[in-house]
């Protein structure tokens, strides 16, 4: 068994945490000020640029394939990277991308909203919860009718991110009430907001926030659908199953770095004439974080690793979903208690993770729809106790 990274890994991972170290943790403090004055911390115009920059380094397009100009990276490289950029609190991320269900146009839907998107001339968003459906996303509602050569698309979506700045969605509809989303009857459409969809902003606990997607008798050619007919349900899961494992990659770089600002808080600051470091009680809910980190860390390594192997990886990455989600959530809040009356300021990064990071436990499946995939998994046999090493 071998638990260390390869040297070409070692350097991908070394070279984006120099560029996350030198070119993107000097906003910070910027950052911190505007979202404190309801803007957003980082301009699109400014994160474009960053991007840029980035690619200039090699970095662009971390899951995209090489003949659209990527890099194509193993997902355990993917995570790797993920992890860095969860380091700063500065919303950045490597451009060059696109949502991975985008590949399943034809070429004529690749040139009108692949291709910009990754560039980032475009913008889209992924629409399928709505009002009356999240966590059971089949018993979406939204109803597409044909109407000659269109579809004629009314409902609402709800919680999208992205929605108020994207100029095109991607919308899982009904095509067939009789046969039910998952049986074939949602259909995937590339929906341009030009087309007559309006959004509307939903304020969260978060900085920024998602926006409901309204529409109303939305006219959308034939050629718009995305894949097949049918095939609408199959590719929102494949949508979010991305998410599975670079949610958890994502939040062991936010525990690491918050974990770091506790660890030289302990060290330095003083109680009753001595370092709180020496303190049995911070000293535990260093340890605890420190263990928690580091299991969080294999299981998202173990299920991009899966990815890589072509496995089916939906088990390993609820797995690392559920654990990271929670993991980080519980060293932000030791982190936070180890700064105390400091950690509840906005000052500090501290108080803007523990409202950030509470998402990670809700969207893209809550942790009881993991633990329902995880348990109906084992009680049907799918997965043996131990995985790979049973
Ligand atoms: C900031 C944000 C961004 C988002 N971005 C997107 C996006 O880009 N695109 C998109 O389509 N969606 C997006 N979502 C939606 C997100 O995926 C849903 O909110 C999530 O799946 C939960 O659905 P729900 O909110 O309807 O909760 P519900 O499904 O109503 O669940 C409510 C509670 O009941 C629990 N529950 C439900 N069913 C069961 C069960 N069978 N057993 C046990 N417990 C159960 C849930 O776990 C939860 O605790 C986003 C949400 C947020 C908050």
């Given at each position: 068994m071998d638990f260390s990274l390869s040297d070409e890994e070692r350097a991908i991972r070394d070279t984006a945490r120099q560029f996350i170290t030198r070119e993107v943790m000097p906003l910070e403090q910027e950052a911190l000020r505007r979202e404190r004055a309801h803007?957003?911390?980082?301009e699109r115009s400014e994160l474009r640029e960053l991007q840029l920059k980035a690619r200039k380094f090699g970095?662009?397009?971390?899951?995209?394939p090489v003949e659209y100009?990527?890099?194509?990276?193993s997902a355990v490289m993917q995570a790797l990277i993920v992890t860095e950029t969860g380091r700063?609190?500065?919303?950045f991320g490597f451009g060059g991308e696109a949502d991975n269900i985008l590949y399943y146009g034809n070429d004529e839907q690749k040139r009108e909203y692949l291709l910009p998107t990754i560039e980032g001339d475009r913008v889209s968003c992924f629409a399928i919860t709505e009002p009356g459906a999240g966590s059971d996303a089949a018993n979406i509602k939204l109803s597409a009718r044909r109407d000659g050569d269109d579809w004629v698309l009314n409902g609402e979506k709800t919680f999208i991110t992205n929605g108020n700045d994207a100029d095109f969605a991607i919308v899982v509809a009904v095509t067939d009430p009789e046969k039910g989303a998952r049986n074939g009857g949602a259909t995937a459409f590339l929906v341009d907001r030009a087309m007559g969809w309006r959004s509307e902003f939903i304020q969260t606990m978060g900085e920024g926030g998602p926006a409901s997607l309204i529409f109303e008798d939305v006219r959308v050619p034939q050629?718009?659908?995305?894949?097949?007919?049918?095939q609408g349900f199959a590719l929102g899961m494949t949508w979010i199953g991305k998410g599975r494992y670079l949610i958890p990659s994502h939040a062991l770089g936010i525990a690491e770095r918050a974990l770091s600002m506790a660890l030289e808080y302990a060290n330095t600051r003083e109680t009753f004439g001595r370092r709180i470091g020496e303190n049995q009680a911070i000293q535990w809910m260093l340890a605890d974080s420190e263990v928690e980190l580091e299991a969080a860390r294999w299981l998202v390594l173990r299920a991009a690793w899966a990815v890589d192997q072509g496995e089916d990886p939906r088990h390993s990455s609820s797995m690392a979903k559920l654990y990271g989600a929670g993991m980080v959530n519980r060293v932000v809040d030791r982190v936070l208690q180890i700064h105390g009356g400091m950690g509840y300021?906005?000052?500090?990064p501290i108080e803007r993770w523990y409202r950030q990071v509470r998402l990670m436990r809700i969207y893209e499946g809550t942790d009881e729809m993991q633990r329902l995939i995880i348990a109906r998994d084992l009680l049907r046999g799918y997965t043996k106790i131990g995985g790979t090493l049973a």
């Open positions: 803007r957003p911390g980082l970095f662009w397009g971390l899951s995209t100009g990527g890099m194509d990276l700063t609190f500065v919303q050629r718009n659908i995305l894949g097949e007919l049918g300021t906005r000052e500090l």
